[in-house]
């Protein structure tokens, strides 16, 4: 590893443990504050069974987090989620190559190492699954720090021609599927598309690294594809070939699955829409409540697709919506933690936030919600009960 790896490994790596040492320190904003301060407590959310554990993530296997656990604004490698819907493919990394191909001036192959002497950059981006929901407290979430190449530089490399319209990724990973009526069946790779404009933009990364370390097995090693703003379906690992073309591309992930099934009106008429999981839905959850003696704070995530947030509010068992803190080191497309300190009174509890952008839209409620069929893009707001003692 060179050293300056080594010096960013343990830049990020100091701000996920330097909790003990930080809690001491009367000056330090409560933003900074670890996993748990001296003498701090996590007080239990009564909607959650009292034995729920997520413990540790086993390799090869899928994995969310105890959300109760978020207070780093890097989520540690071994603890990001981690979901993918073929198993987890190995891959040689001594024959391994991107290739790219279709419509394009120059067709090309990167071994891993050109991949590595091309010039890099980092980027902050955390994301949910889209399948992400209420029912595991909303544990399919994470944000890393992600270093690798710029996508469109190895676009711009090969010369997206002018009749290509759609870039596909391939991850290394592939599966059966049935075809329906027909006693047939077909093995398909992972895969998801871009139009080349959103491929284009500057912010998508081709990342070699997570939080200052190479890419773990288990999210995508040696390369994947991360799309800030966009649900973690977009974001393709092991990826092992980008394919550009002149028509949509139909695959499962595109148009099967991971299609959101809503109602819409269209030009005056209520209509059933399908559609793609592409960007974040504005969202906001209360993840956790922890005590310091009498003094409670409530914390929580907000993810957004990019647009900036004007603020993000709670309100305590009905009560007027006040303005939390967000944590400074939030970033366009990082998620946004926040926090707010509280003096409840013993007995019950709801709790919940609602998060509002710069264009004034609101996180609706659920009943608020429009009418959907399908179980992709859970953003309601999440109200959480809680009992104190
Ligand atoms: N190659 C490949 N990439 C994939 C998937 C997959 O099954 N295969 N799953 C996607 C989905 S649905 C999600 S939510 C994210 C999860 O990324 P993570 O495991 O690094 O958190 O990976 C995406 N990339
Ligand atoms: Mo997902």
Same mark, same amino acid.
């Given at each position: 590893?060179?050293?300056e790896?080594?010096?960013?490994?343990?830049?990020?790596?100091?701000?996920?443990?330097?909790?003990?040492?930080?809690?001491?320190?009367?000056?330090?904003?409560?933003?900074?504050?670890?996993?748990?301060?001296? =003498?701090e /407590?996590?007080? +239990?959310?009564? $909607?959650?069974?009292e034995?729920?554990?997520?413990?540790?993530?086993? %390799?090869? *296997?899928?994995?969310?987090?105890?959300?109760?656990?978020?207070s780093?604004?890097?989520?540690?490698?071994?603890?990001?989620?981690?979901?993918?819907?073929?198993g987890?493919?190995?891959?040689?990394?001594?024959?391994?190559?991107?290739?790219?191909?279709?419509?394009?001036?120059?067709?090309?192959?990167?071994?891993?190492?050109?991949l590595?002497?091309?010039?890099?950059?980092?980027?902050?981006?955390?994301?949910?699954?889209?399948?992400?929901?209420?029912?595991?407290?909303?544990?399919?979430?994470?944000?890393?720090?992600?270093?690798?190449?710029?996508?469109?530089?190895?676009?711009?490399?090969?010369?997206?021609s002018?009749?290509?319209?759609e870039?596909?990724?391939?991850g290394?990973?592939? =599966?059966? /599927?049935?075809? +329906?009526n027909? $006693?047939?069946?077909?093995?398909?790779?992972?895969?998801?598309?871009? %139009?080349? *404009?959103?491929?284009?933009?500057?912010?998508?990364?081709?990342?070699?690294?997570?939080?200052g370390?190479?890419?773990?097995q288990?999210?995508?090693?040696?390369?994947?594809?991360?799309?800030?703003?966009?649900?973690?379906?977009?974001?393709?690992?092991?990826?092992?070939?980008?394919?550009?073309?002149?028509?949509?591309?139909?695959?499962?992930?595109?148009?099967?699955?991971?299609?959101?099934?809503?109602?819409?009106?269209i030009?005056?008429?209520?209509?059933?829409?399908?559609?793609?999981?592409?960007?974040?839905?504005?969202?906001?959850?209360?993840?956790?409540?922890?005590?310091?003696?009498?003094?409670?704070?409530?914390?929580?995530?907000?993810?957004?697709?990019?647009?900036?947030?004007?603020?993000? /509010?709670?309100?305590?068992?009905?009560?007027?919506?006040?303005?939390?803190?967000?944590?400074?080191?939030?970033?366009?497309?990082?998620?946004?933690?926040?926090?707010?300190?509280?003096?409840?009174?013993?007995?019950?509890?709801?709790?919940?936030?609602?998060?509002?952008?710069?264009?004034?839209?609101?996180?609706?409620?659920?009943?608020?919600?429009?009418?959907?069929?399908?179980?992709?893009?859970?953003?309601?707001?999440?109200?959480?009960?809680?009992?104190?003692?």
């Amino acid at each position: 590893m060179t050293d300056e790896k080594i010096n960013r490994r343990e830049a990020i790596k100091k701000t996920i443990n330097s909790g003990l040492a930080l809690s001491a320190v009367a000056s330090v904003p409560h933003w900074i504050l670890p996993a748990l301060a001296q =003498g701090e /407590e996590l007080v +239990p959310f009564s $909607d959650m069974p009292e034995d729920y554990n997520r413990g540790p993530a086993r %390799p090869g *296997a899928p994995h969310w987090l105890d959300t109760r656990m978020i207070s780093d604004f890097y989520t540690d490698n071994m603890d990001f989620y981690v979901v993918q819907h073929y198993g987890q493919p190995e891959i040689d990394i001594n024959n391994y190559k991107l290739k790219v191909t279709g419509l394009v001036d120059q067709e090309r192959e990167y071994t891993l190492e050109d991949l590595q002497n091309m010039s890099q950059f980092d980027i902050d981006a955390g994301f949910e699954c889209g399948g992400n929901n209420t029912g595991r407290f909303q544990g399919l979430v994470g944000n890393a720090n992600w270093r690798g190449i710029r996508l469109r530089n190895i676009l711009n490399a090969s010369g997206v021609s002018s009749e290509g319209t759609e870039v596909v990724f391939f991850g290394a990973d592939s =599966g059966t /599927e049935e075809i +329906p009526n027909r $006693d047939t069946e077909v093995e398909q790779s992972f895969a998801r598309s871009l %139009p080349v *404009a959103e491929a284009m933009r500057e912010e998508n990364i081709l990342a070699l690294e997570m939080n200052g370390e190479d890419l773990p097995q288990s999210h995508g090693r040696p390369l994947r594809l991360v799309v800030p703003g966009y649900y973690g379906v977009a974001n393709v690992k092991w990826l092992t070939q980008i394919h550009i073309q002149d028509r949509r591309y139909m695959g499962r992930f595109m148009g099967r699955d991971y299609v959101t099934l809503k109602k819409e009106m269209i030009g005056g008429e209520e209509r059933w829409v399908e559609n793609s999981v592409t960007k974040i839905q504005l969202k906001s959850a209360i993840v956790r409540v922890t005590r310091l003696g009498s003094q409670h704070k409530i914390t929580g995530f907000v993810l957004t697709d990019g647009t900036p947030l004007r603020n993000v /509010e709670i309100s305590i068992d009905g009560g007027p919506w006040r303005e939390a803190t967000i944590d400074p080191r939030s970033t366009r497309y990082s998620w946004k933690l926040f926090t707010m300190d509280w003096n409840p009174s013993p007995g019950d509890h709801t709790l919940v936030s609602r998060a509002t952008d710069i264009n004034g839209h609101v996180q609706l409620t659920e009943e608020e919600m429009p009418e959907k069929a399908s179980r992709w893009e859970n953003y309601a707001q999440f109200p959480r009960t809680i009992n104190i003692s």
